[in-house]
């Protein structure tokens, strides 16, 4: 486990496993965002395993991430995605938000144990430009809005700042 975060992934068969580590925040969202892209695109994955067994915090921009790979999995196979999360703080902001209604949320990883090696994005690494964190930041936020009411009302001002600031510039 690191202070600083870092994503790990590897793919085991047809499950892709993310191992989340550190303090997790959106300035590498944006390059966990593409290789999601790319593992949607190019896999034939059956299944998503979101490890958080040494994650210390994930800020909103990053449970935005998480929470839109429900939505690429239910495209591609229609399972739904796993969640291993053994801190008791994270599983009740995690259920706070409503991601039980969305994800197995379980403590402990089902076996085999899964070492998720391959580092896909670690803080410390170049910040993405400007334009592309806005947009991660803001489509993160709007996952996490549509996921319930709840969380439609908790993050509805910020959705409308980050879409004026945001948009105007893509012409919208």
Same mark, same amino acid.
């Given at each position: ?46 299944? *998503? ?6 994650? +210390?915090? /994930?800020? %909103?921009?990053?449970?935005?991430? !998480?929470?839109? @790979? =429900? $939505? ?11 969640? *291993? ?6 599983? +009740?902001? /995690?259920? %706070?938000?409503?991601?039980?209604? !969305?994800?197995? @949320? =379980? $403590? ?11 580092? *896909? ?52």
């Amino acid at each position: 486990m690191t202070s600083d975060g870092c994503v790990r992934e590897a793919l085991v068969g047809d499950v892709q496993v993310l191992r989340i580590e550190g303090s997790v925040r959106y300035t590498i969202a944006p390059v966990v965002e593409r290789f999601l892209d790319r593992v949607f695109a190019h896999s034939a994955i059956a299944a *998503v395993l979101i490890d958080l067994s040494g994650a +210390t915090y /994930l800020d %909103s921009t990053m449970l935005g991430v !998480v929470a839109r @790979i =429900v $939505a690429r999995l239910r495209a591609v196979h229609g399972s739904r995605p796993t969640i *291993v999360c053994p801190q008791r703080d994270l599983r +009740t902001l /995690l259920y %706070s938000m409503g991601f039980d209604e !969305v994800f197995e @949320i =379980v $403590a402990q990883a089902p076996p085999p144990v899964v070492n998720a090696a391959h580092p *896909v994005a670690t803080d410390g690494a170049p910040t993405p430009p400007s334009r592309e964190l806005a947009r991660t930041v803001l489509e993160a936020h709007r996952t996490l809005a549509a996921m319930n009411p709840h969380n439609e009302a908790e993050f509805h001002d910020v959705v409308a700042m980050m879409e004026r600031e945001v948009e105007p510039d893509d012409g919208a």
